[in-house]
Protein backbone atom coordinates (compact mmCIF):
# COMPACT_ATOMS: atom_id res chain seq x y z
CA UNK A 1 0.00 0.00 0.00
CA UNK A 2 1.10 3.56 -0.52
CA UNK A 3 2.25 5.50 2.15
CA UNK A 4 0.59 8.48 2.68
CA UNK A 5 2.38 11.50 3.82
CA UNK A 6 -0.09 14.56 5.10
CA UNK A 7 1.41 18.42 5.65
CA UNK A 8 0.23 19.90 8.91
CA UNK A 9 0.87 24.03 8.44
CA UNK A 10 -0.80 24.72 11.72
CA UNK A 11 -1.37 28.21 12.10
CA UNK A 12 1.77 28.91 9.19
CA UNK A 13 2.33 29.50 5.86
CA UNK A 14 2.01 32.35 3.49
CA UNK A 15 0.22 32.49 0.09
CA UNK A 16 3.96 32.49 -1.55
CA UNK A 17 4.50 29.33 0.64
CA UNK A 18 1.49 27.76 -0.83
CA UNK A 19 3.00 28.52 -4.66
CA UNK A 20 6.67 27.48 -3.51
CA UNK A 21 5.25 23.90 -2.44
CA UNK A 22 2.91 23.16 -4.94
CA UNK A 23 5.75 24.23 -7.82
CA UNK A 24 8.00 22.11 -6.07
CA UNK A 25 6.04 19.03 -5.52
CA UNK A 26 4.45 18.99 -8.45
CA UNK A 27 7.73 18.79 -10.34
CA UNK A 28 9.01 15.44 -8.57
CA UNK A 29 7.16 12.55 -8.48
CA UNK A 30 6.78 10.27 -5.47
CA UNK A 31 5.88 6.76 -4.90
CA UNK A 32 3.24 8.23 -2.17
CA UNK A 33 0.16 10.41 -1.58
CA UNK A 34 0.38 13.84 -0.62
CA UNK A 35 -1.99 15.94 1.20
CA UNK A 36 -1.53 19.38 1.86
CA UNK A 37 -3.21 20.74 4.74
CA UNK A 38 -3.45 24.13 5.20
CA UNK A 39 -5.07 27.46 6.79
CA UNK A 40 -8.52 28.08 5.73
CA UNK A 41 -7.69 30.91 3.40
CA UNK A 42 -5.05 29.12 1.47
CA UNK A 43 -7.32 26.38 0.58
CA UNK A 44 -8.87 27.67 -2.66
CA UNK A 45 -5.59 28.41 -3.75
CA UNK A 46 -4.09 24.74 -3.07
CA UNK A 47 -7.13 22.97 -5.08
CA UNK A 48 -7.03 25.47 -7.82
CA UNK A 49 -2.73 25.19 -7.75
CA UNK A 50 -3.14 21.34 -7.53
CA UNK A 51 -6.05 20.64 -9.87
CA UNK A 52 -3.52 18.73 -12.32
CA UNK A 53 -1.67 16.81 -9.91
CA UNK A 54 -2.11 14.15 -7.87
CA UNK A 55 -1.71 16.38 -4.68
CA UNK A 56 -4.95 16.32 -1.86
CA UNK A 57 -5.69 19.09 0.09
CA UNK A 58 -7.35 19.21 3.77
CA UNK A 59 -8.32 21.41 6.17
CA UNK A 60 -7.01 21.51 9.90
CA UNK A 61 -10.50 21.19 11.74
CA UNK A 62 -14.38 22.42 10.71
CA UNK A 63 -16.90 22.98 13.08
CA UNK A 64 -19.38 20.20 14.34
CA UNK A 65 -22.69 22.16 13.06
CA UNK A 66 -24.11 22.81 10.14
CA UNK A 67 -24.58 26.67 9.85
CA UNK A 68 -25.91 29.40 11.77
CA UNK A 69 -24.13 31.61 13.89
CA UNK A 70 -20.77 30.70 15.58
CA UNK A 71 -18.55 33.26 14.70
CA UNK A 72 -15.27 32.43 13.06
CA UNK A 73 -16.36 28.50 12.30
CA UNK A 74 -16.00 26.85 8.91
CA UNK A 75 -18.88 24.23 8.26
CA UNK A 76 -17.62 21.10 6.54
CA UNK A 77 -20.05 21.86 3.69
CA UNK A 78 -18.06 24.75 2.97
CA UNK A 79 -14.75 22.54 3.57
CA UNK A 80 -16.43 20.33 0.81
CA UNK A 81 -17.21 22.97 -1.50
CA UNK A 82 -13.91 24.62 -1.62
CA UNK A 83 -12.80 20.99 -2.94
CA UNK A 84 -11.50 19.23 0.36
CA UNK A 85 -10.81 15.88 0.80
CA UNK A 86 -9.47 15.48 4.24
CA UNK A 87 -9.90 17.25 7.72
CA UNK A 88 -7.50 16.28 10.58
CA UNK A 89 -9.31 16.23 13.63
CA UNK A 90 -8.94 15.86 17.42
CA UNK A 91 -4.93 17.13 17.19
CA UNK A 92 -3.64 18.04 20.52
CA UNK A 93 -3.00 21.55 19.75
CA UNK A 94 -6.89 21.84 19.24
CA UNK A 95 -7.63 19.90 22.38
CA UNK A 96 -5.15 21.51 24.47
CA UNK A 97 -5.47 25.12 23.22
CA UNK A 98 -9.11 24.99 22.30
CA UNK A 99 -10.59 22.80 24.86
CA UNK A 100 -11.55 20.23 22.35
CA UNK A 101 -12.99 16.91 24.04
CA UNK A 102 -13.78 13.87 22.93
CA UNK A 103 -17.21 14.21 22.54
CA UNK A 104 -16.67 17.43 20.43
CA UNK A 105 -14.13 15.13 18.53
CA UNK A 106 -16.80 12.29 17.74
CA UNK A 107 -19.44 14.99 16.33
CA UNK A 108 -16.84 16.80 14.18
CA UNK A 109 -15.78 13.25 13.12
CA UNK A 110 -19.70 12.15 12.36
CA UNK A 111 -20.46 15.34 10.52
CA UNK A 112 -17.00 15.41 8.09
CA UNK A 113 -17.83 11.79 6.98
CA UNK A 114 -21.20 12.69 6.68
CA UNK A 115 -19.63 15.23 4.12
CA UNK A 116 -17.78 12.53 2.42
CA UNK A 117 -14.37 14.05 3.61
CA UNK A 118 -11.56 11.59 4.62
CA UNK A 119 -10.48 12.25 8.76
CA UNK A 120 -7.36 11.94 10.27
CA UNK A 121 -8.39 11.48 13.75
CA UNK A 122 -5.59 12.77 16.20
CA UNK A 123 -4.50 10.53 19.42
CA UNK A 124 -1.35 10.47 21.34
CA UNK A 125 -0.23 10.48 24.85
CA UNK A 126 1.27 13.27 26.88
CA UNK A 127 4.85 12.22 28.50
CA UNK A 128 3.02 12.09 31.89
CA UNK A 129 0.83 9.10 30.73
CA UNK A 130 3.71 7.49 29.31
CA UNK A 131 5.75 8.17 32.67
CA UNK A 132 2.35 6.35 34.00
CA UNK A 133 2.75 3.51 31.99
CA UNK A 134 -1.51 4.43 31.01
CA UNK A 135 -0.25 5.64 27.40
CA UNK A 136 -2.43 2.33 26.01
CA UNK A 137 -5.17 3.30 28.16
CA UNK A 138 -5.32 7.16 27.32
CA UNK A 139 -5.06 5.82 23.75
CA UNK A 140 -8.38 3.70 23.79
CA UNK A 141 -10.57 6.43 25.08
CA UNK A 142 -9.11 8.19 22.57
CA UNK A 143 -10.42 5.87 20.04
CA UNK A 144 -13.72 5.49 21.95
CA UNK A 145 -15.01 8.17 19.64
CA UNK A 146 -15.11 5.56 16.92
CA UNK A 147 -17.54 3.18 18.17
CA UNK A 148 -20.79 3.23 16.55
CA UNK A 149 -19.17 4.18 13.32
CA UNK A 150 -20.33 1.26 10.79
CA UNK A 151 -18.32 2.63 7.66
CA UNK A 152 -14.29 3.66 9.16
CA UNK A 153 -13.49 3.56 5.13
CA UNK A 154 -12.52 7.08 4.99
CA UNK A 155 -10.79 7.51 8.57
CA UNK A 156 -7.32 6.90 9.09
CA UNK A 157 -5.47 7.78 12.74
CA UNK A 158 -2.36 9.56 13.40
CA UNK A 159 -0.22 8.79 16.61
CA UNK A 160 1.49 11.58 17.31
CA UNK A 161 3.06 11.40 21.08
CA UNK A 162 2.65 14.57 22.56
CA UNK A 163 5.94 14.99 24.07
CA UNK A 164 7.19 14.06 19.97
CA UNK A 165 5.46 17.29 18.58
CA UNK A 166 7.61 19.94 17.46
CA UNK A 167 10.23 18.76 19.63
CA UNK A 168 12.62 17.75 17.51
CA UNK A 169 12.25 14.60 19.93
CA UNK A 170 11.17 11.40 17.86
CA UNK A 171 10.14 8.63 19.50
CA UNK A 172 11.86 5.09 19.43
CA UNK A 173 10.91 3.25 16.22
CA UNK A 174 10.20 0.03 18.79
CA UNK A 175 7.30 2.48 20.64
CA UNK A 176 6.27 3.48 17.25
CA UNK A 177 5.44 -0.19 16.19
CA UNK A 178 4.07 -0.90 19.98
CA UNK A 179 1.40 1.84 19.65
CA UNK A 180 0.97 1.29 16.12
CA UNK A 181 0.25 -2.19 16.72
CA UNK A 182 -2.12 -1.57 19.55
CA UNK A 183 -4.28 1.21 17.66
CA UNK A 184 -4.29 -1.25 14.32
CA UNK A 185 -6.03 -3.97 17.32
CA UNK A 186 -8.29 -1.83 18.55
CA UNK A 187 -8.93 -0.56 15.02
CA UNK A 188 -8.12 -1.42 11.77
CA UNK A 189 -7.48 1.33 9.67
CA UNK A 190 -4.18 2.94 8.41
CA UNK A 191 -2.18 4.67 11.45
CA UNK A 192 0.02 7.44 10.51
CA UNK A 193 3.00 8.66 12.63
CA UNK A 194 3.83 12.18 13.65
CA UNK A 195 6.15 14.12 15.66
CA UNK A 196 9.55 15.66 14.55
CA UNK A 197 9.40 13.64 10.94
CA UNK A 198 12.33 15.14 8.70
CA UNK A 199 13.30 14.24 5.34
CA UNK A 200 16.28 12.52 7.27
CA UNK A 201 14.17 9.82 9.57
CA UNK A 202 11.59 9.59 7.38
CA UNK A 203 12.65 6.01 5.40
CA UNK A 204 13.14 4.36 8.82
CA UNK A 205 9.80 5.35 10.47
CA UNK A 206 7.57 4.18 7.52
CA UNK A 207 9.88 1.14 7.10
CA UNK A 208 8.35 -0.15 10.56
CA UNK A 209 5.62 -2.23 10.77
CA UNK A 210 2.07 -0.95 10.76
CA UNK A 211 3.39 2.49 10.01
CA UNK A 212 1.00 3.58 6.78
CA UNK A 213 2.16 7.53 6.38
CA UNK A 214 3.04 10.34 8.06
CA UNK A 215 1.67 13.61 9.45
CA UNK A 216 4.35 16.27 8.96
CA UNK A 217 4.16 19.66 10.49
CA UNK A 218 7.30 22.02 10.74
CA UNK A 219 9.27 19.98 8.11
CA UNK A 220 6.33 20.51 5.48
CA UNK A 221 6.85 24.56 5.62
CA UNK A 222 10.26 24.01 3.73
CA UNK A 223 9.93 23.16 0.39
CA UNK A 224 13.22 21.79 -0.24
CA UNK A 225 12.95 19.72 3.08
CA UNK A 226 9.50 18.51 2.15
CA UNK A 227 10.45 17.28 -0.91
CA UNK A 228 12.90 15.27 -0.30
CA UNK A 229 10.87 14.26 2.39
CA UNK A 230 8.43 12.87 0.52
CA UNK A 231 11.01 11.01 -1.92
CA UNK A 232 12.39 9.35 1.35
CA UNK A 233 9.18 8.33 2.28
CA UNK A 234 8.55 6.59 -1.37
C1 LIG B 1 2.04 17.89 14.19
O1 LIG B 1 1.81 18.81 14.94
O2 LIG B 1 1.11 17.28 13.65
C2 LIG B 1 3.44 17.51 13.98
C3 LIG B 1 3.69 16.27 13.68
O3 LIG B 1 4.40 18.50 14.15
P1 LIG B 1 6.00 18.33 13.98
O4 LIG B 1 6.24 17.51 12.75
O5 LIG B 1 6.48 19.74 13.85
O6 LIG B 1 6.47 17.64 15.21
Same mark, same amino acid.
Given at each position: MRKHVVANWKMNGSSLLVDQIVDRLSSS????????? *???????? *????????????? !?????????? !??????????????????????????????????????????? !??????? *??????? !?????????EKAFIAEQLSVLNGLTDLSCVSIAYEPIWAIGTGRTAELSQIAEMHGFIKSVVNVPVLYGGSVKSSNVASIVSVQDVDGVLVGGASLVPEEFVNLCRNAG
Open positions: SFDVDVTLC *VPFPYLVQ *VRSRVADHPIGVG !AQDCDERESG !AYTGQVSVAMLDEVGCDLVILGHSERREYFAETNIIVSRKIKV !ALAAGLR *VVLCVGE !ALKQRDEGS
